[in-house]
C-alpha cells in the first residue's frame, strides 16, 4: 500500500491523503483551509476510484467538487453527510461570492457533487476495488465516522476528527475497533486539554441567565453544524425559562440534524428542546437585540454570518454578552477580539464593551483522549495529522515507544 499525505499536514485545514494498492487509488477527505482566503486546496491526485468522506465540515469535504468535476469520483458516506455537505459547499459557494473571491467550482458542480454521494452505514464492511473498508462512529459530529481500509497485506484507520467523550448532542467514538496496524491520527488538541465539561456548561447557563436578569440579550456564537445543537441541548437540559431564538447558517443544520435522530445520543432530546426554539426571520434581528434573549447564531469564530450584525449593534452595551462556544484559531476576529477587546472584521473596528466570554466546548477528543487512543489500539506506525504540533505530537508518541511520524510537505509518501 503506498500512503500518500496531501493536505493538513502540520496544521488544520485541506485533509487528504490517497492510498495505492496496484492499480487502485482511493483517497481520505478531499478539504479546504477555511481560514484562508481564497481557500487553499490539498495538493492534486489522479483519477481516485473514490472519495472515502469522513465527515461534512469544510476542512475535509470542501474541495470534493474539484475530484468530481474533473474525475466524477463517487464519494462515500453516511446519509447525514451527504446533506450537511450540501448545506456546507453552498454556503461556501455564497461566502466566496460576497468576498469576492472565485472557486475553482460553482453551483453546478456542488449539485453534481451532492449527486455522486454513495451512501454507506457504520460497521458494514463494503468493497471499493482492491480494498475493503468500514466506516465506524467518530463521535465529533452528526455522520462523523474512522474509516477502517484493508488490503490484502495491510490495514490502517484514519480516525478523521473524532471524540472520546460523550457530549449531548452524541455518543463517543466507537470504541470497539479491530486490530490496527497503521493509524492515522488528528492531533487538534495533542498540546492542549480541554476543561471540565459540566463546570463549563455551567458557567455558560451562568452567564446567560445573568444577563438576562440584567434585561440584555446573550449572544451565542456557535459553529452551525455539532455546536450550535449541543449548545441547544445543554441550555435545555439546565431548564429554558427565558425566550430562545437561533439564527444564521444553524437552523438550517439544525433541521437536517433532527431528521437523523438516530445518530444522536437521546434521539428525542433536540425535537424536544427545538419546542423552546424560535427561528429568527427576516426583520426580527432588529426587535430581539432590544430584548433580554438568548438568540444562538453563527459563525463560531465571528468570521461572517448574523453574530456580526448582532455585535454591530451591542457593541456598546456593557450589559449585553457575547459568548464565544469553542476555540478561536489564530487570525479570527474571534481571537483578535479575546486578545485586543476589539472587533475587526471586513470595514469594522469596534472596540467592544459587551461581556465577552469564552468557552470550550470541543467535539475533539483532548490531548488525554490522544495519547490513550494511541495507547490503546497500539498500531505498529502512527501519522500525525490536522494540528498545529503535529511534530511534537509524533515526537512525544516516540518516547513512549511507538513508531511516529508527522508527514510534512517534504516527507509525505509512505509505503506499508
Ligand atoms: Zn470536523
Ligand atoms: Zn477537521
Known amino acids: ?87 456546507l459547499l453552498e454556503d461556501s459557494i455564497k461566502v466566496s461570492k460576497e468576498e469576492g473571491v472565485e472557486l475553482p467550482f460553482n453551483e453546478f458542480d456542488v449539485r453534481q457533487t451532492i449527486k455522486n454521494f454513495v451512501l454507506v452505514d457504520y460497521n458494514k464492511p463494503f468493497k471499493v476495488g482492491n480494498f475493503q473498508v468500514t466506516y465506524f462512529d467518530a463521535g465529533h459530529i452528526p455522520g462523523s465516522a474512522m474509516i477502517f481500509v484493508e488490503s490484502k497485506d495491510t490495514n490502517l484507520l484514519y480516525t478523521g476528527d473524532f471524540n472520546d467523550i460523550n457530549t449531548r448532542l452524541l455518543e463517543k467514538c466507537e470504541e470497539d475497533l479491530p486490530k490496527v496496524k497503521n493509524l492515522i491520527i488528528e492531533s487538534t488538541y495533542a498540546q492542549r486539554e480541554h476543561p471540565d465539561r459540566k463546570r463549563e456548561e455551567k458557567e455558560l447557563v451562568k452567564t446567560i441567565e445573568e444577563t438576562i436578569s440584567d434585561n440584555h440579550p446573550a449572544i451565542v456564537a456557535a459553529f452551525a453544524v455539532g455546536r450550535a445543537q449541543e449548545i441547544l441541548l445543554i441550555l435545555a437540559k439546565h431548564g429554558i425559562s427565558y425566550p430562545l431564538f437561533m439564527d444564521g447558517m444553524a437552523k438550517k443544520a439544525t433541521t437536517i440534524i433532527n431528521r437523523y435522530k438516530k445518530y444522536l445520543r437521546e434521539p428525542e432530546d433536540l425535537e424536544n428542546a427545538l419546542k423552546f426554539v424560535t427561528y429568527v426571520k427576516g426583520r426580527m434581528r432588529r426587535k430581539l437585540v432590544k430584548e433580554a434573549a438568548c438568540i444562538i447564531t453563527t459563525s463560531g469564530m465571528l468570521t461572517g454570518g448574523p453574530v456580526v450584525k448582532y455585535i454591530e449593534k451591542l457593541y456598546k452595551k456593557e450589559k449585553a454578552s457575547l459568548i464565544l462556544t469553542g476555540w478561536q484559531i489564530e487570525g479570527t476576529p474571534g481571537r483578535i477580539l479575546l486578545e485586543t477587546g476589539r472587533f475587526i472584521h471586513e470595514n469594522l473596528d469596534l472596540e467592544v464593551k459587551m461581556r465577552v466570554k469564552r468557552f470550550d466546548f470541543s467535539a475533539h477528543a483532548g490531548r488525554k483522549g490522544l495519547f490513550e487512543f494511541v495507547k490503546k489500539l497500539n498500531p505498529e506506525k502512527v501519522f500525525c495529522v490536522h494540528g498545529d504540533h503535529t511534530e511534537e505530537f509524533a515526537e512525544e508518541l516516540r518516547r513512549e515507544g511507538f513508531d511516529a511520524v508527522a508527514p510534512l510537505a517534504n516527507n509525505r509518501i509512505f509505503k506499508l
Open 1 to 87: 500500500m503506498k500512503l500518500e499525505f496531501l493536505g493538513a499536514m502540520g496544521s488544520v485545514g485541506a485533509s487528504g491523503i490517497s492510498i495505492e494498492d496496484g492499480s487502485d487509488k482511493i483517497v481520505l477527505d478531499y478539504g479546504t483551509k477555511v481560514r484562508e482566503v481564497p481557500p487553499k486546496f490539498p495538493l492534486p491526485v489522479e483519477r481516485p476510484k473514490a472519495i472515502l468522506l469522513s465527515h461534512s465540515h469544510l476542512d475535509h469535504c470542501g474541495a470534493n467538487p474539484l475530484l468530481v468535476k474533473k474525475y466524477s469520483t463517487p464519494i462515500y458516506a453516511l446519509d447525514v453527510t451527504k446533506d450537511l455537505t450540501e448545506l
